[in-house]
């Protein structure tokens, strides 16, 4: 399989774009550059919500309780769906 791939890559090891490829490693690149980028987001997203909140107490406590309510309400509407299906 790897040997095919190489074979379809230019001098320089860039890949044509006419390069078809096996489904499954299409999809296995595509999931790993959608984790990659998740990561990246995510980590620049929690650093900056910490350096944020670090100072302002009030703001943690709000923030604690909507993201607590909103938990509660979306397993409250969940159940009522799961109860309402059968």
């Known amino acids: 399989m790897l040997e095919g791939c190489a074979r379809r890559h230019g001098a320089n090891g860039a890949i044509s774009a006419g390069l078809r ?4 490693l299409q ?3 595509l999931g790993s550059i959608y984790l990659l980028n998740y990561a990246v987001v995510y980590t620049l997203v929690g650093a900056s ?7 302002r107490l009030a703001a943690v406590t709000m923030v604690s309780r909507v993201s607590g309510g ?3 309400v979306i397993g409250a509407v969940r159940l009522i769906r799961r109860m309402v299906a059968r």
């Open 21 to 24: 490829g096996h489904v499954t």
């Open 49 to 55: 919500a910490r350096r944020a909140l670090a100072t």
């Open 27 to 29: 999809i296995a690149v």
């Open 70 to 72: 909103a938990m509660v």
